[in-house]
């Protein structure tokens, strides 16, 4: 680099008129006034009030708290809360609202994607109408964080057969004991979804711990490379007594476990599809600014392969997920159709990140263009909700006609 050449601005990845210039085939334009309204109003809060601050909070792997009252007010979750009389979202509509949250910042899609899709979304699918009515509305104005805990320190992918928290009835109390780890939004969660094997039948059965619960303990993970934002913890649960009205009813063995994991892996795809986005964007922008042998690197045979590749992963993958959004609103997709998805698109996700940070050469590691953060928060979307392997092997089995692959 010339120490005399001028090196653009750096800007996040909104551009234009706030339009999504990724968005090559105008496939927001299948959503109706009414949403495209909802996801403008994501959209604007975002650029004012996230992207500012969120190369900060990640340099310093803090949680900016004073964001969550305006989530609140976007009124993404108003549906929930049993006495609304509004519907919930078509599933098109919260693909896009993921997309346009991990497009500026995927630490704060996953922080959104955790409490309403994992537990909101437990509660919503696996609660009695007491317990809805009980957790959901402070939930749904995010007075109420809620977390989800399934994973643990040494079992991941083998989850459905190996889970080892265990649970104990005792009268109207249940004892639970075991460790989770890399629980998203634990260390200041109100409500943690736990999932636990009863010892006596061996059914995996759902719980909400709640906050200060005796024998509960959060510890924050610390030097991560990856989403730094979100405030991962290790639990352990420790002779923690939980009482039965806080069982959750309709959560009795890993299949509704599971029909959480279904809709939600959607939603990290969606997430991956808005990476791809900004990182595009973010490169697009840099591309035209940036200025080497006299005129802007844009001009150049190399950086525009580079774009266009980049740009046919984004398109290419949010083509994917308009479709699955639309079989799941007909109610009509399957597992294997979200597999797919989750896999395809990370993978997508990861090449658009490091050909937007080749673009950038060696300004694309400092912080300040971002393309550097985009880069290491792609690995935890790339891995969580599912490895890509998993993912294959649920695909795999699905068109073999059920010829399984999975170690037993």
């Given at each position: 680099?010339?120490?005399?050449?001028?090196?653009?601005?750096?800007?996040?990845?909104?551009?234009?008129?706030?339009?999504?210039?990724?968005?090559?085939?105008?496939?927001?334009?299948?959503?109706?006034?009414?949403?495209?309204?909802?996801?403008?109003?994501?959209?604007?809060?975002?650029?004012?009030?996230?992207?500012?601050?969120?190369?900060?909070?990640?340099?310093?792997?803090?949680?900016?708290?004073?964001?969550?009252?305006?989530?609140?007010?976007?009124?993404?979750?108003?549906?929930?809360?049993?006495?609304?009389?509004?519907?919930?979202?078509?599933?098109?509509?919260?693909?896009?609202?993921?997309?346009?949250?991990?497009?500026?910042?995927?630490?704060?899609?996953?922080?959104?994607?955790?409490?309403?899709?994992?537990?909101?979304?437990?509660?919503?699918?696996?609660?009695?109408?007491?317990?809805?009515?009980?957790?959901?509305?402070?939930?749904?104005?995010?007075?109420?964080?809620?977390?989800?805990?399934?994973?643990?320190?040494?079992?991941?992918?083998?989850?459905?057969?190996?889970?080892?928290?265990?649970?104990?009835?005792?009268?109207?109390?249940?004892?639970?004991?075991?460790?989770?780890?890399?629980?998203?939004?634990?260390?200041?969660?109100?409500?943690?979804?736990?999932?636990?094997?009863?010892?006596?039948?061996?059914?995996?059965?759902?719980?909400?711990?709640?906050?200060?619960?005796?024998?509960?303990?959060?510890?924050?993970?610390?030097?991560?490379?990856?989403?730094?934002?979100?405030?991962?913890?290790?639990?352990?649960?420790?002779?923690?007594?939980?009482?039965?009205?806080?069982?959750?009813?309709?959560?009795?063995?890993?299949?509704?476990?599971?029909?959480?994991?279904?809709?939600?892996?959607?939603?990290?795809?969606?997430?991956?599809?808005?990476?791809?986005?900004?990182?595009?964007?973010?490169?697009?922008?840099?591309?035209?600014?940036?200025?080497?042998?006299?005129?802007?690197?844009?001009?150049?045979?190399?950086?525009?392969?580079?774009?266009?590749?980049?740009?046919?992963?984004?398109?290419?993958?949010?083509?994917?997920?308009?479709?699955?959004?639309?079989?799941?609103?007909?109610?009509?997709?399957?597992?294997?159709?979200?597999?797919?998805?989750?896999?395809?698109?990370?993978?997508?996700?990861?090449?658009?990140?490091?050909?937007?940070?080749?673009?950038?050469?060696?300004?694309?590691?400092?912080?300040?263009?971002?393309?550097?953060?985009?880069?290491?928060?792609?690995?935890?979307?790339?891995?969580?909700?599912g490895t890509r392997e998993i993912q294959t092997l649920i695909v795999g089995r699905a068109v073999t006609g059920g010829l399984s692959a999975f170690v037993r």
């Amino acid at each position: 680099m010339s120490g005399t050449t001028a090196l653009p601005t750096p800007s996040g990845p909104y551009l234009g008129e706030g339009l999504l210039p990724a968005d090559f085939y105008a496939y927001e334009d299948l959503l109706s006034d009414s949403e495209r309204e909802r996801a403008e109003s994501v959209r604007a809060f975002l650029r004012t009030q996230v992207a500012p601050i969120v190369d900060d909070c990640w340099a310093r792997a803090e949680f900016p708290f004073q964001l969550v009252e305006s989530f609140g007010k976007l009124g993404l979750m108003d549906w929930a809360d049993p006495d609304s009389q509004e519907s919930g979202p078509s599933n098109l509509l919260a693909g896009f609202i993921a997309l346009e949250m991990a497009h500026v910042d995927a630490s704060m899609a996953t922080f959104a994607g955790v409490h309403m899709g994992l537990a909101m979304g437990t509660i919503l699918t696996c609660g009695s109408d007491e317990q809805k009515r009980r957790w959901l509305p402070a939930m749904s104005r995010f007075e109420k964080i809620g977390a989800f805990g399934l994973t643990e320190p040494h079992g991941g992918s083998d989850v459905a057969g190996g889970l080892l928290t265990t649970a104990r009835r005792d009268g109207d109390v249940w004892i639970l004991d075991g460790a989770k780890r890399w629980i998203g939004n634990a260390t200041f969660a109100d409500l943690v979804v736990i999932w636990a094997r009863d010892v006596e039948t061996q059914h995996v059965l759902g719980f909400v711990v709640e906050k200060d619960t005796p024998g509960f303990t959060a510890t924050k993970i610390e030097n991560k490379m990856a989403l730094r934002i979100v405030q991962n913890a290790d639990i352990v649960l420790a002779g923690c007594r939980v009482p039965e009205a806080n069982r959750l009813q309709n959560a009795n063995s890993f299949k509704d476990t599971a029909k959480i994991l279904r809709q939600t892996r959607s939603g990290v795809a969606w997430q991956a599809v808005g990476m791809m986005f900004g990182a595009y964007e973010i490169a697009l922008q840099y591309a035209k600014e940036r200025e080497q042998f006299g005129r802007p690197i844009g001009g150049f045979q190399l950086v525009q392969d580079l774009l266009v590749k980049m740009l046919g992963n984004a398109t290419a993958s949010c083509g994917m997920m308009v479709r699955l959004a639309q079989l799941q609103d007909a109610g009509v997709y399957r597992d294997e159709q979200s597999a797919l998805a989750k896999a395809y698109c990370t993978v997508r996700m990861r090449e658009n990140v490091g050909w937007a940070r080749e673009l950038l050469a060696g300004n694309g590691i400092i912080l300040d263009y971002k393309i550097g953060r985009f880069v290491a928060d792609a690995e935890a979307i790339y891995s969580y909700e599912g490895t890509r392997e998993i993912q294959t092997l649920i695909v795999g089995r699905a068109v073999t006609g059920g010829l399984s692959a999975f170690v037993r």
